[in-house]
């Protein structure tokens, strides 16, 4: 994204709304990266390339919370 990364992204919208339920996606396999996703609120993280049956997973997932 030629704005920001995802991880600010995520910080602002958490700012808006703070119960946003959200699924980082990235190509991303840092560690640190990771952390600081679940830091600013991520409830998962799924990386790039992706079959759709882990992001179907992880969303059925939470709704079962």
């Given at each position: 994204?030629?704005e920001?990364n995802?991880?600010e ?29 679940f830091r600013?609120?991520a ?8 079959n ?14």
């Amino acid at each position: 994204m030629p704005e920001m990364n995802g991880i600010e992204l995520l910080k602002k919208l958490k700012e808006i709304k703070p119960n946003l339920e959200a699924i980082m996606i990235t190509a991303y396999k840092d560690a640190e990266k990771v952390v600081e996703a679940f830091r600013v609120g991520a409830y998962d993280c799924i990386f790039k390339p992706f079959n759709l049956k882990y992001l179907r997973n992880a969303i059925m997932a939470k709704m079962l919370e």
